[in-house]
């Protein structure tokens, strides 16, 4: 990867001298659910928007950002959309290629990219959009500054274009659809540092990596900024989504991939691979000594080393592995200003980009300005829209913000209002349109009324039917008479997809391509309506009575899978009420924050007596976490789990219920001071056996750890103790010893040390545990002998104590001694200095 | 009696053994030849703040305190001595003194603090935007004797001093989050709510929390007697302000601040206004708007309240003498590149020699040093960068740099001090060698001996 990077900065000096042309990928697949039913039929980048489809806006501003070639990658429909472009104008376009590339079975973004790359087309920086982008910023600043850093900085791969917006839990909500979105930027370089975007991820707090504050002194975290979803790559962006072949979604997985530095693990697999080779080259010439010195026997005892040595090693390679950053790749952010740029990614966006299209936020992207094949029409007053030949009755009354397509009849005492309503359409008399998107060949009979719906081509709403805010008619659907059609449903030709695809796709709804188990989507339209025909005859009867006398097609039924929550992402604006419950759960959120605020120890202080009353769920959750912790360590226990699995596991519960290590060092000490008690409850309690097991165990000690003497020494000397503590502290002793390296692994610092103590005060006043009251200071030596505390941490506990209560104190005065002994230890040392 | 002031002195220190002593608590530390609580008082009696309450940590030092400010101020401030027990904390060591607090706001400033940041400011700022709580931030100081190649720095390897992570809003008149002591390590964790309500937070950690606070009092004492566990201000009270801030259950007890809760309601919507006026400020703060809720939802009352700051010009010295590092850098400072702080008139060379102080042939004293009234010091002696407190004998060919003396040491010939500081009363016997020490009051270092990096104390307490 080295070399490829070197061969690619080449690349780009030549890029300087040879000026490769701008070049651009369009992704023509969403890998999204959003759109569908639609989508089942029409590719999501040729619906209209505002009477012309959506790729055109994106061609339209890719070419006159000066972009010279475009790759129009293209999944589902794929037919459908090459069709379109070979028959539109924009191939053969002087100075602006535009090529597609097909593909059958990418499932994602990162599938596409990854083709991209094998196809070698990509020669230099590139700008990556999906084919639902409508915008009309200027790429030159943008550009600029991605090469001037990239100049300065191999590592500068992408810059993101993002757009100031409201500050608000619901701006994002109710203008595109999307869900709120929380960066941190570095103010001065514009380096992005965090990018979260799934709300859920990590609730009420946004956690930054503490280590961002080292390289510069400020960060600034926003939740007023619009992601554009606009990017310019360099070529690396390509080899990296080959290089992490897991990597599928843009954002979720490379963008933050990127920042996290999650690329660790290709080079832990190399670093293994390397290690691996070499072990096996020392322990060949090492196995060849043991076979002419040793027996056979000592030979099979060498392996079991050599394999306990190989896991350790290969667990710390993999510890290497986790504490490098080698990749280092960085992005970067452009904001703009006053141009627009935003991404049709669901109902609500194609209703608010259709809005902002009409009232020519857009400029020159507006119906009045042919930019491309869109027909002429004349803008009027109040943002009213007509195409020359139109049949408008006297009586229809055109209100706002309304486009009217050409070839459109709309008929008496109609009212029409902030609609869109595109070609060829019939319009009875007294039907009411108040924000449609009524697109081509649509007949209307007379009085129907229409509110906030979707109307794709070819559909016959017959009369008297009404259409409830939030409806989505797909292709060539008859909505019979009088009939209402429920707020938020969709109506299609085809059934909707059944469960077994449905319930994992569409909550993973963006990792799923649009192409579903239909089998009519990967064949050619004329066959489609084939299918579609004689799949309508045999369900004709039946689609009829689901939408009404005389009317064909599906309601798709709207609880399934999830998706509840239509009106997320509708067209129909949000209700107050529904805003009024946002407004409830960010608020409840806020009171869910506060309480997670409080899990940050409010001081420093180290006592359980510092954290507040307040916080009972947290302390519920801390109590889960050992549970867990502890049941993980059963487990282990019974069935020989290795060590850094454990760690592993142990890590995934902490992340998962977000604590410290110092939590993480606490429960597994709780857990092996259980064990350990109950194994001792457990056995029979002889002298003998306990011997046996003691022997056995210390052959297993120390194969392991290799460190013999001491160990023996001091558990024979404990054996001779009383019997029925000796056996426990024992266990103890033998529990610690096994497990060493794990605890070992949670007590990086004297803090988490001081917890393990303060942990076992706990469990010797606990009743079920209280045994370990009367050895309190025989196990805190015992932790000391075997490394597990530092005399630091102790004598450091000893003095917290010190102000303590009477009652909190009476472990300490157990350990007088000790401490004393260590006190004069550390004293005769220093004195020896 | 607007502003209350509350100075909070401390006791003996921990951190600072053995510069402090049974006879020198932390507050009379000697700064550049007098005590570092001087400096605060002064900067008060410069601000026309003539009332104050010096808080201190145990009957003894209370008692040392308070008969020098008796001595040192006695026609200029009306001081008031109170002692609170130990290890109380800061917050306890309020909370002690509780029913003592009477001004509508209450000021507090640490008496370790050395600066010229005028309290007035901070007061302005507290109330023009009518908060819960004002924190004055400054820079973080430049730890380590940076300049002139001293090897000192080496040993202590700090990293770059971080002592807060703050988090304001756009206008740098906020305070949206603050990290402090142990947190200050860990990940940096900033709550959604606040950042949905502001939109833009940034984050630093270039600024320090100088532990000033204009507090509102019945606020103040709220909380204290709700929150029994808290401790410390910066690390319990401040942040748990700061995180409660947009959902403020502080005036929503109503029996127990009903002053303020009946005042607020009945003058909210004035007050905003003139807050507004106040501040210059077209716009209301995120904490009003957040308060009303959003346009066109149900208005759903909203409890509010602001943290603020103050952000100290970067030009204007600020530090706590809050470890020893600090104590000599402080010192550093004060003779040399915040001298004016110091109070002394400087000689042509940049430094002060007292009259009263008596100096060998061919004995330099170099630029950015002090010498205390009464020294005597031998032949051959070059002093630099260094203070040298009041009576000391110090023997000929005696090397002193970066180094702090305090009052009443003796120095034999040919010892050689470098980095270190020496309390009062120690004897520094023949060719001593000292470098990067601390030397507790009282101390006997014997002839020839030679230490680095030591600190070395009478055995008295162990």
């Known amino acids: 990867m080295v070399a490829k990077k070197g061969n690619r900065g080449g690349d780009d000096a030549e890029e300087e001298l040879t000026c490769v042309p701008l070049q651009a990928i369009i992704l023509a697949d969403s890998f999204a659910t959003r759109f569908r039913p639609i989508t089942l039929e029409r590719p999501k980048v040729l619906l209209p928007l505002v009477n012309a489809p959506m790729i055109d806006y994106t061609l339209a501003w890719l070419e006159s950002a000066g972009v010279e070639e475009v790759f129009v990658f293209c999944c589902a429909h794929s037919k459908q959309v090459t069709d379109y472009l070979e028959s539109s104008k924009w191939f053969g376009q002087p100075n602006f290629s535009v090529t597609t590339i097909e593909s059958y079975n990418s499932t994602s973004a990162g599938d596409a990219l990854r083709l991209i790359y094998e196809r070698h087309v990509i020669r230099g920086n590139f700008i990556l959009v999906s084919g639902d982008t409508v915008s009309n910023m200027s790429l030159a600043q943008a550009l600029k500054e991605h090469k001037d850093r990239r100049r300065k900085d191999s590592n500068a791969v992408m810059t993101m274009v993002i757009k100031q917006s409201k500050p608000s839990a619901i701006t994002h909500q109710s203008r595109l659809g999307t869900e709120e979105l929380f960066m941190a930027i570095d103010p001065d370089t514009n380096q992005l540092l965090y990018y979260e975007d799934k709300a859920d991820t990590l609730r009420g707090t946004v956690s930054l990596d503490n280590a961002l504050l080292v390289d510069s002194s400020a960060i600034s975290l926003h939740n007023d900024k619009q992601d554009c979803y606009i990017d310019i790559c360099c070529p690396e962006v390509l080899s990296l989504f080959t290089d992490n072949f897991d990597y599928q979604h843009l954002r979720r997985h490379f963008v933050k991939g990127l920042l996290v530095d999650d690329a660790w693990c290709v080079l832990g697999f190399k670093v293994l691979g390397v290690m691996w080779c070499y072990l096996m080259l020392v322990f060949k010439g090492a196995v060849q000594l043991f076979s002419l010195v040793l027996d056979l026997l000592l030979l099979l005892i060498g392996m079991v080393v050599v394999v306990v040595v190989l896991g350790k090693v290969v667990t710390m390679s993999f510890l290497v592995s986790l504490d490098i950053k080698i990749m280092g790749y960085k992005i970067f952010t452009h904001e703009i200003h006053s141009s627009y740029a935003a991404r049709v990614d669901n109902y609500r966006s194609y209703d608010t980009i259709s809005k902002d299209i009409i009232q020519r936020w857009t400029y020159p992207l507006v119906p009045d300005v042919q930019f491309f094949r869109n027909c002429v029409t004349k803008l009027e007053r109040q943002g009213t829209y007509r195409a020359s030949d139109i049949g408008l009755s006297r009586s229809a009354r055109i209100g706002p913000f309304t486009v009217i397509g050409n070839g459109t009849t709309v008929g008496n005492y109609t009212e029409v209002s902030n609609s869109v309503i595109g070609e060829g359409c019939i319009i009875g008399s007294n039907v009411s349109i108040d924000g449609c998107y009524i697109w081509d060949k649509v007949t209307i009979e007379d009085g129907c009324k229409l509110k906030h719906a979707i109307v794709c081509d070819g559909v016959i709403v017959k009369s008297g039917a009404v259409l409830e805010a939030g409806a989505v008619l797909s292709f060539k659907v008859v909505i019979g008479q009088q009939f209402v059609v429920p707020a938020y449903s969709k109506v299609s030709l085809l059934q909707q997809p059944l469960k077994q695809d449905s319930d994992e796709e569409l909550e993973y709804a963006d990792n799923s391509s649009g192409t579903i188990e239909i089998p009519s989507i990967t064949t050619t339209p004329e066959k489609l309506e084939e299918e579609l025909r004689t799949e309508l005859s045999d369900s004709q009867t039946q689609a009829a009575f689901e939408v009404g006398n005389g009317g064909t097609g599906f309601i798709w039924s709207v609880s399934e899978g999830g998706h509840e929550e239509e009106w997320r992402h509708s067209v129909a604006p949000i209700t107050a009420d529904r805003l009024a419950e946002i407004i409830n759960n960010a608020i409840d959120e806020l009171e869910i924050s506060n309480e997670d605020g409080n899990i940050l120890p409010p001081s420093g202080e180290l006592g359980p007596d510092s954290i507040d009353d307040s916080d009972d769920d947290v302390r519920d959750d801390t109590v889960h976490f050992e549970k867990e912790v502890e049941a993980t360590f059963l487990r282990a226990v019974h069935e020989n789990v290795k060590e850094d699995h454990v760690i592993l596991e142990v890590n995934s519960l902490r992340l998962s219920y977000n604590l410290t290590t110092t939590d993480c060092a606490g429960a597994l000490f709780y857990a092996m001071m259980k064990l350990a008690l109950d194994t001792a409850h457990s056995s029979p309690g002889k002298l003998s056996l306990s011997l046996v097991n003691l022997s056995l165990h210390f052959t297993f000690v120390s194969w392991e750890t290799f460190a013999l003497t001491p160990e023996i020494v001091f558990e024979t000397k404990l054996l001779l103790q009383s019997e029925h503590k000796g056996e426990l502290v024992k266990h103890v002793s033998s529990m610690i010893t096994k497990w060493n390296k794990v605890l070992k692994y949670y007590l990086p610092s004297i803090d988490e040390e001081i917890e393990v103590i303060l942990k076992f005060e706990e469990m010797c006043s606990e009743k079920s545990t209280k045994e370990y009251s009367t050895l309190f200071e025989q196990i805190l030596h015992l932790l000391y002998d075997k490394d597990i505390l530092q005399e630091d941490a102790i004598l450091k506990w000893a003095s917290e104590k010190e102000g303590a209560d009477e009652s909190d104190k009476c472990y300490v005065k157990q350990a007088e001694k000790f401490i004393q002994w260590l006190n004069e230890a550390s004293e005769e040392e220093s004195e020896e200095d | 009696m607007d502003f209350q002031v509350i100075v909070l002195a401390g006791g003996f220190s921990k951190t600072l053994v053995p510069l402090v002593s049974k006879d020198v608590p932390k507050a009379l530390l000697p700064v550049a030849n007098r005590p570092v609580l001087s400096y605060v008082l002064e900067l008060l009696e410069q601000n026309d703040l003539k009332n104050a309450i010096v808080v201190v940590e145990g009957e003894t030092a209370a008692l040392l305190i308070s008969s020098w400010i008796s001595s040192t101020f006695i026609d200029r401030l009306n001081v008031e001595v109170t002692a609170v027990p130990e290890d109380v904390g800061t917050a306890g060591a309020l909370r002690a003194i509780d029913h003592r607090l009477t001004a509508k706001d209450i000021l507090v400033v640490s008496g370790d603090l050395v600066s010229e940041i005028p309290p007035g400011a901070v007061a302005a700022a507290h109330r023009r ?149 106040l501040a210059n400020a077209s716009t209301p703060s995120f904490h009003e708007i957040y308060a009303l809720g959003l346009a066109g939802s149900a208005p759903i009352s909203r409890k509010t309240h602001k943290c603020c700051v103050y952000i100290a010009n970067k030009s204007k010295y600020c530090a706590r003498l809050n470890s020893i590092q600090a104590f000599s850098d402080i010192n550093r400072d004060v003779v040399g590149d915040a001298n004016h702080l110091s109070g002394y008139t400087f000689s042509a060379h940049n430094n002060i020699i007292h009259s009263a102080a008596v100096l060998g042939s061919k004995t330099t004293v170099g630029p950015q040093c002090m010498v205390g009234e009464g020294s005597q010091m031998g032949d051959k002696c070059s002093v630099k960068k260094s203070v040298i407190g009041r009576h000391c004998r110090i023997g000929s060919n005696v090397k002193i740099v970066n180094s702090v003396v305090m009052n009443h040491v003796t120095i034999g010939d040919g010892c050689s001090i470098q980095g270190s500081i020496i309390c009062s009363n120690v004897q520094l016997q023949e060719r001593a060698v000292l470098r990067d020490c601390q030397v507790g009051a009282g101390f006997v270092v014997t002839a020839g001996s030679e230490y680095k990096g030591e600190s070395l104390a009478k055995k008295e307490k162990q």
């Open chain 2, 129 to 277: 935007h009518d908060a819960v709580v004002t924190a004055m931030l400054c820079s973080v100081p430049v730890s380590g004797p940076s300049d002139s190649g001293s090897s000192g720095a080496k040993d202590k390897a700090k990293k770059t001093g971080r002592y807060n992570i703050v988090g304001l809003d756009p206008t740098k008149q906020f305070l949206l989050h603050i990290a402090a002591g142990a947190e200050v390590d860990k990940d940096i964790r900033v709550q959604k709510s606040i950042l949905r309500a502001v939109g833009q937070m940034e984050i630093r950690a270039d600024l320090m929390d100088a532990h000033m606070y204009a507090f509102n009092r019945s606020v103040l004492q709220d909380v204290l007697n709700q929150k029994e566990t808290f401790q410390s201000l910066r690390r319990d009270l401040l942040p748990y302000l700061v995180r409660s801030q947009l959902r403020s259950e502080l005036l929503s007890n109503g029996a127990q601040s009903e002053e303020y809760g009946n005042g607020k309601d009945a003058l909210q919507n004035s007050k905003i206004l003139l807050s507004q006026l």
